[in-house]
């Protein structure tokens, strides 16, 4: 089992930055493909980034792309989401996700292990 929480979501301008956190516990993480999904108030759950064990491979997805970066640091089995240039249309809440497969990594269902979430809001 893996046990997941994340961190660091907060209220933010518009243009501001912030950083997510997603602190690992039980299992090591580091045989994990590991993401990031977001959800907006009366909106489907949607895939923002993912990284694979081997750390040069990152997925993202278009609305984050040149904004958003993923990493990971296995030695302290947590994973971050530094968001740049935020917009308004970043809020929502954001769960950071583990899972063992790396095809369809932007598929909610393929992932195994789900945090419970952090509220990121991006005032105009």
């Known amino acids: 089992q893996v046990q997941l929480l994340e961190s660091g979501g907060e209220l933010v301008q518009a243009g501001g930055s912030l950083r997510l956190s997603c602190a690992a516990s039980?299992?090591?993480?580091?045989?994990?493909?590991m993401a990031w999904f977001r959800q907006a108030p009366g909106k489907e759950r949607e895939f923002v980034a993912a990284?694979?064990?081997?750390?040069?491979?990152?997925y993202y997805a278009d609305s984050g792309k040149g904004r958003f970066t993923i990493s990971r640091d296995d030695a302290r089995n947590t994973m971050y989401l530094q968001m740049n240039s935020l917009k308004p249309e970043d809020t929502g809440v954001y769960y950071c996700?583990?899972?063992?497969?790396?095809?369809?990594?932007?598929?909610?269902?393929?992932?195994?292990?789900w945090g419970q979430g952090t509220q990121v809001t991006v005032s105009s």
């Open positions: 996700a583990a899972g063992r497969r790396w095809d369809s990594k932007w598929n909610a269902g393929v992932y195994d292990y």
């Open positions: 990284i694979r064990w081997t750390v040069d491979s990152t």
């Open positions: 039980g299992r090591p993480t580091n045989r994990y493909a």
